[in-house]
């Protein structure tokens, strides 16, 4: 089990650039997300770590060995593709124990390893089947058993519940968390699902256009975002974006929304021109004494709770409360933000300003 | 399993069973015929009409396989009584069995030559379509385009070229010889079947192996080509007719001890008057290996013919 440390990564394909210099670490034992949309170079970044690319500058650190352009049999470590690539003209207990006959482990041995990782997965009695006909799930099974079978530094794991229906995925999702709970094994997981990436991760890399937008624990990642980007990525629905024009300096405390004032969290950074203020959904509430006025266009019922959608002078405003609270559309009402949750964005740069709510976050990340 | 979404009519059925039944009579009628020639005596094979039906002989068979002379009253009394089956079926015609033919070396030649430019066809093929397959060739459309036109021109309109090359090499009439010049005719085609069929192995297969701790060239031998026996098998049977049935370069480049049986078998009409039956006999026997070879590669051809059609 190691840590795995990347520094200046970059991936040029021709005259594409899939990777922009990127930097951060991923601690051993921990389960590491990489996030982002298609195309934003989370799947190109996890192929270098593995070795199925070779970056085309910086350094991959696996366990303190500098492993960047070593090709992928010598960097001891397992790969779960999404289409799991299980090799078609072998068994199941063959598959399985393909990543030990090339170290020539004796063959009494691998068998009694083989029968040990089907114990684990629940796979004994397919052991002998061929793998064409096995369901979705005992494919995910098998891939995963041939990757932990070889106890290998890490796991590295391209959209492996893409595949899945998605009944199955939420349980396959579980299992691969409490197997990597109990194997402890460091673990990076590519996935463009952002309730996923909440859902298992101990961490997330969030990327977007070859760029990491933000790395830290998924709490923080969701309260503090760094960008624009980022908090429109994370979060269903996601961070509202009111856009205003105003300066802010070190030590402001309010901004003015179209002639209301909003209480933020005390800035470090100043900023004049165009600005964005975020809030999360769930921190608007309703309240006919606020000063900062909307008019609801629209309600959706989700079960426990509702998203009111509103107009206001800055753009729509989507709230998310209980659903026993009776809203009616055309309803004019005040909206209150919760202070200490607010983020200032500069329009222009896409970036957080920092305040001493989202300091430690954004320096960490 | 059933792909129609509606059953065929029972006339449609007919119909179907009667043109496939109707093409597979208009194919197979020639073959029938030389079989049956080699059976037939020479009289009944130049009879007019045609003879269907006729005694049954070997002597087809015995004159392809033995060299005979005419016998005189002299060599008979030597001879003594005849020993065996073949040696009474050519005392009946009034000849002696004075040694074997060349046609069993003939035939062992165009084995030789035959399997051997296959498979070393199919062993440059697989690498070279392997690597245009997946590694970044540097000019790899021109290059696959230039290998592609090496086929544009019948091949017999370079043959000159090639006597002359092959006599200042000294690859005239040599099994080695005719194992290249086949190879090299038959490369093109095998390098653009097989790049299709290994495009249509998912990467994902080799990277895996990759990361299982196998080395670039193991990921190739033993979970690739394992996935492309079936493109492997038909561009084999493609090639291995090629070579087998080649008559020209064989006429021109070979002749005492590399000659194949193509151009040997039409020798044999000239030895005593036209023996038919014998010429026959030799075709047909030629048609045996391509025939086992293409009936139990039959299940890849199939399935190598239809390939990207239908995803697995």
């Known amino acids: ?365 | 399993m059933s792909f129609s979404v509606t059953e065929p009519s029972l006339r449609t059925k007919w119909f179907a069973g009667f043109l496939v039944i109707g093409y597979a009579i208009i194919t197979l009628i020639p073959l029938v015929w030389i079989i049956a020639t080699g059976f037939k005596s020479p009289a009944d094979s130049i009879a007019y009409p045609p003879v269907v039906v006729f005694e049954p002989t070997l002597e087809g068979y015995v004159n392809l396989f033995t060299d005979r002379t005419r016998a005189t009253e002299q060599m008979l009394e030597d001879a003594g009584p005849p020993t065996t089956w073949y040696e009474q079926i050519a005392r009946d015609r009034g000849t002696v069995i004075s040694g074997p033919s060349r046609y069993g070396e003939r035939f062992l030649n165009s084995v030789i030559i035959g399997f051997g430019s296959t498979a070393l066809c199919m062993i440059l093929g697989t690498m070279a379509a392997y690597a245009f397959s997946r590694f970044k060739v540097p000019l790899k459309d021109d290059l696959l385009f230039f290998i592609l036109s090496t086929r544009m021109m019948p091949p017999i309109a370079v043959a000159i070229p090639i006597f002359l090359m092959f006599r200042n090499l000294g690859l005239n009439d040599t099994h080695l010889g005719m194992i290249l010049l086949y190879t090299a005719v038959n490369l093109s085609l095998s390098v653009w079947l097989l790049k299709g069929f290994i495009d249509e192995i998912p990467i994902e297969y080799e990277e895996a192996a990759l990361i299982d701790g196998y080395t670039r060239f193991q990921a190739f031998y033993k979970v690739v080509l394992p996935q492309a026996a079936t493109g492997i098998a038909s561009t084999a049977i493609f090639c291995l007719i090629f070579a087998w049935n080649e008559y020209a370069f064989a006429v021109l480049l070979t002749s005492g001890n590399a000659q194949t049986a193509p151009p040997f078998i039409p020798t044999i009409i000239g030895v005593a008057g036209k023996d038919w039956p014998a010429v026959a006999a030799g075709a047909t026997i030629f048609l045996v290996p391509v025939m086992v070879f293409t009936i139990l590669l039959r299940k890849h051809l199939l399935r190598g013919i239809t390939f990207g059609a239908v995803r697995k």
């Open chain 1, 1 to 365: 089990m190691a840590q795995i440390r990347i520094e200046n990564v970059r991936k040029d394909f021709g005259s594409f650039n899939a990777v922009k210099s990127s930097s951060f670490t991923i601690e051993d034992g921990e389960f590491f997300m990489l996030l982002g949309p298609s195309g934003c170079g989370k799947t190109t970044t996890l192929r270098m770590m593995a070795g199925l690319e070779l970056p085309t500058s910086g350094e991959i650190y696996i366990d303190g060995e500098e492993v960047g352009q070593k090709p992928a049999s010598q960097r001891d470590i397992a790969f779960v593709f999404q289409m799991f690539a299980l090799y078609p003209h072998m068994n199941v207990g063959k598959n399985i124990s393909y990543p030990l006959l090339s170290q020539g482990m004796p063959n009494a041995q691998v068998k009694k390893k083989v029968a040990e990782i089907a114990e684990i997965l629940g796979i004994t009695d397919i052991l002998n089947r061929p793998v064409g006909g096995l369901s979705g799930g005992d494919r995910q099974r098998v891939a995963l058993g041939r990757a932990i079978v070889r106890e290998p530094k890490a796991f590295f794991m391209d959209e492996p519940l893409g595949a899945l229906d998605a009944e199955f995925r939420e349980h396959m999702s579980e299992e691969l968390r409490a197997l990597h709970d109990r194997m402890g094994a460091t673990t990076v997981y590519v996935t463009h699902d952002q309730l996923e990436a909440m859902q298992m991760g101990d961490k997330i890399v969030v990327m977007n256009h070859g760029v990491v937008e933000q790395f830290g624990v998924p709490q923080d990642i969701y309260d503090w975002p760094a960008t624009k980007f980022v908090a429109q990525f994370i979060g269903s629905p996601s961070m509202n974006f009111l856009d205003f024009n105003g300066t802010v300096g070190k030590g402001t405390e309010t901004v003015d929304l179209g002639g209301a004032r909003i209480a933020v969290p005390r800035l470090l950074d100043g900023e004049s021109g165009a600005l964005t203020l975020g809030v999360r959904p769930e921190h608007v509430y309703l309240s006919d004494a606020a000063a900062y006025r909307g008019e609801v266009i629209a309600t959706e019922y989700l079960g426990t709770t509702q998203i009111v959608t509103l107009k206001t002078q800055h753009g729509q405003v989507k709230v998310r409360m209980p659903s026993h609270l009776n809203v009616r559309r055309g309803e004019r009402t005040g909206l209150d933000l919760d202070a200490r949750t607010l983020t200032l964005f500069s329009a222009s740069t896409g970036h957080a300003l920092r305040s001493e709510a989202n300091l430690e976050v954004l320096n960490h990340g």
